[in-house]
């Protein structure tokens, strides 16, 4: 069973713009990480964030997590048609570093 | 240093069949976990495996199954195959083990099995 949920299951955009994704989870987590996976891919890392961080970036890309609403959100910046493609959390629980749970996707696609 | 690499890409088999599938993981990489992705139930945890141990599993049935060799090359094997068991599994690489929580992994292709 998936232990986190995301929304919107998809998004389209035109390039320049913003998309924002969020991810809610129902237990309590070591940490939450964010995965790209280009049509039917193997799943690319973009960003961990521990559950005492409130706010992590990288690059481009910026991740909030909210414990105490079991909820994290994914921005993108400036998007490029090169984003065009699935973006899944996975949320990892105590002594469970290997074992991600993941949500659900979205579906991003990037108008050019 | 090269990535992981899964062997076959594809597959198609029949049902009742069995089926097993080849992960190699990045150099010294000693750990290796196995997701299987479908559109109805996304993706999901099949077990993990390190220094040759089982040390996490999924909830799947039995005739799911794997090991890990000497050289942390890990094989999954699916017996008396299903139509449902259509799907893409990826194995994922990781530096350490599951004791440890802040771990990166790195994920394989995946090999897309066909089930008819």
């Known amino acids: 069973s998936q232990q986190g949920e995301e929304d919107p299951q998809a998004l389209s955009i035109q390039e320049g713009e913003n998309a924002t994704m969020n991810c809610s989870y129902k237990t309590s987590i070591n940490n939450l990480q964010w995965y790209r996976q280009n049509s039917g891919r193997g799943l690319v890392h973009l960003i961990l964030?521990?559950?005492?961080?409130r706010e992590k970036h990288s690059g481009r890309l910026r991740v909030t997590l909210d414990t105490s609403k079991k909820s994290s959100s994914l921005l993108i910046t400036a998007s490029r048609a090169a984003d065009t493609a699935s973006y899944f959390c996975?949320?990892?629980?105590?002594?469970?570093?290997?074992?991600?749970?993941f949500g659900g996707g979205t579906r991003l696609m990037v108008k050019p | 240093k090269a990535g992981v690499t899964q062997t076959p890409r594809y597959l198609i088999k029949t049902r009742g069949q069995q089926v097993t599938l080849s992960c190699s993981p990045i150099?010294?990489?000693?750990?290796v976990s196995w997701y299987q992705q479908t559109p109805g139930q996304g993706l999901q945890f099949l077990f993990e495996?390190?220094?040759?141990?089982?040390?996490n599993k999924g909830n799947f049935p039995g005739r799911f199954s794997g090991r890990q060799f000497s050289n942390s090359r890990s094989e999954m094997n699916v017996s008396t195959l299903e139509l449902g068991d259509s799907a893409l599994y990826l194995c994922?690489?990781?530096?350490?083990?599951?004791?440890?929580?802040?771990?990166?992994?790195?994920f394989g292709p995946g090999t897309r099995l066909t089930v008819l």
């Open positions: 495996y390190f220094s040759e141990t089982q040390r």
């Open positions: 150099s010294g990489h000693r750990s």
């Open positions: 964030i521990r559950s005492n961080e």
């Open positions: 994922a690489s990781s530096l350490l083990g599951s004791t440890h929580s802040y771990n990166e992994q790195f």
């Open positions: 996975a949320t990892v629980l105590n002594n469970a570093g290997n074992m991600l749970t």
